[in-house]
């Protein structure tokens, strides 16, 4: 299933592990640690999120982001507790962050004529950088999360997160 | 009845808990640098994104702390169009995708050395859109290949 290759300068490559070949897999986004991967595929038609367990192959559960789609640009925190994205309501799009520990989705308030376009969360989880389209204009605004979601570090300075391999 | 409307306010506000915060500060200094920012990416304390200056769009990174663009010396060519960046978490790397004499290239861009490594895909394919890990040794790269879009996983060293 994974194929490996040589490319310049010593770089190795190697075919998403576990992927289902002849399915689309678009706007990749790796935990911070590069234990998990997640990607945007077709599921029954509509583009959906997935996340996948690198070193097994596993997909791993997002019950809480079964609906709302066409999602695009996932972004995970460092031990992927935490995995943003942009779902759609009706005509309306919005950023979300799913909590996989708790099982919370946190919804990110943006006032009406923003229409957000990709995002980014920091590593620990704290900011989140979102790209919305405002009159015309690409811009891109940043949010303070700190009281909103507990820091997800990684293990060298992790103060309050437990690994969320198979949670929830 | 006044009395009960704001009890009934207090308790809405009260239900909402906490709220994501804009950054006001650090928006008005994203707002006052370009004419347009995308695709952004965070790492611990730095923010790359593809800015417009001018008619001409860079890679840019942006030191969160300071508040100030890091230069990039040896990334942004004349003649390439970024398509789309991504940062590790101490920014030291960028990996970044441009398209330059008709060719769309994958590069890994190490700031400590200011050197520009051109990544190659294999099988070859077209780059559209990338993700570092935190430790910048591990890279995601959509591909598209026989009108089919791919992701290619990088170990790089």
């Not at chain 1, 289902?20 to 998990?36: I, V, W």
């Amino acid at each position: 299933m994974v194929s490996l290759a040589i490319t310049a300068c010593s770089a190795r490559s190697e075919r998403s592990a576990g992927s289902s070949p002849g399915r689309s897999q678009q706007e990749p986004a790796l935990s911070g640690d590069g234990r998990l991967l997640a990607v945007i595929t077709e599921k029954l038609g509509r583009p959906t999120v997935q996340l996948r367990d690198l070193a097994s192959g596993r997909l791993l559960p997002l019950p809480q982001l079964n609906r709302h789609q066409p999602h695009s640009s996932p972004s995970l925190s460092w031990n992927g507790r935490f995995l943003a994205l942009i779902t759609q309501r009706g005509q309306r799009r919005f950023a979300v962050i799913n909590d996989r520990l708790t099982g919370r989705l946190h919804h990110l308030p943006l006032p009406g004529h923003r229409v957000p376009i990709r995002l980014s969360l920091a590593p620990d989880g704290r900011q989140l950088a979102l790209q919305v389209a405002d009159r015309g204009q690409w811009r891109i605004e940043l949010f303070d999360l700190s009281r909103v979601l507990e820091p997800d570090r990684a293990a060298a300075d992790r103060q309050t997160t437990s690994r969320t391999e198979s949670a929830p | 009845m006044k009395t009960a409307a704001i009890a009934l306010s207090v308790l809405l506000i009260g239900c909402r808990g906490p709220q994501p915060r804009p950054m006001p500060d650090l928006n008005g200094l994203l707002r006052q640098a370009s004419n347009s920012h995308r695709d952004p990416s965070l790492g611990e304390r730095w923010l790359a994104s593809l800015s417009r200056k001018a008619g001409r769009e860079t890679v840019e990174l942006i030191d969160l702390r300071n508040r100030r663009p890091v230069s990039l010396p040896g990334l942004n060519r004349a003649d390439a169009q970024p398509i789309d960046v991504s940062v590790s978490a101490d920014g030291q790397r960028l990996a970044v995708i441009e398209q330059r004499d008709g060719r769309t290239e994958l590069l890994l861009y190490r700031r400590s050395v200011g050197t520009v490594q051109r990544l190659l895909l294999d099988p070859p394919g077209v780059p559209r859109a990338v993700s570092l890990d935190g430790s910048g040794r591990l890279l995601a790269v959509q591909v598209s290949r026989d009108g089919r879009w791919q992701v290619d996983l990088i170990r790089l060293p």
